[in-house]
């Protein structure tokens, strides 16, 4: 409503009511005298102190108006250059995945979809053993605990790792990866890079 309305319109519609509400005031809350006596008071002290809360109220106005619309600039900003880093992942030939520190996948572009069969709304929300063959899950989930118990990385973080993967289709896939944590908000995130591998 008051982004409808406008703050600074809202600050110079009450900057000039507040004549007429002391008006209001004085004459039936204090009884001292009638409204349009009040209102039209010639005593400069009582003009000056009107003025001056009046002009207070509208650069209140405009003052909050500029920068609720800074704000919103900054946020259409943000997001432009959030979508923009969506389409430049959505583009890149490597598979890209992202999951939190509770194992849970949050980030997958067009490249996953094809090297894992699985399209981002139905693989995003699920666990990341999904993808990672029975017999290597207990070593992930153990790796994942000590890392995040004692900050120590295990030996597949920031460097290219030959592994194994799992297709939607059961099939486990040679590949090559990279994975990086990052801590954002106080939570872990890790973000991976994945390219199937294809030996000599």
Known sequence: MLQQIGLARLGIAVGLLYWP???LLHAYVFSNGSFLENLLDPDPNEIWMRLLISAAFIGFGFYAHQAVRSQQQLQSQIKKRGERLQQIIDCTYDAYICMNEMGIITG???????????????????????????????????????????????????????T?????????????????????????????????????
């Open 21 to 23: 509400a002391e008006a």
């Open 108 to 162: 997958w572009n067009r490249s996953a979809e094809q090297l894992f069969g699985w399209p981002a709304n139905r693989i995003i929300g699920k666990p990341i053993d999904t993808i990672i063959p029975k017999n290597m899950r207990d070593n992930h989930r153990k790796g994942m605990q000590q890392y995040l118990k004692n900050s120590i990385a295990p030996s597949w973080l920031y460097k290219p790792a030959l």
């Open 164 to 200: 194994k993967a799992l297709h939607r289709d059961g099939i486990e896939l040679p590949v090559m990866m990279v994975i990086t944590p990052i801590e954002s908000d106080g939570a872990q995130e890790f973000f991976a890079f994945i390219r199937a591998h294809h030996p000599d």
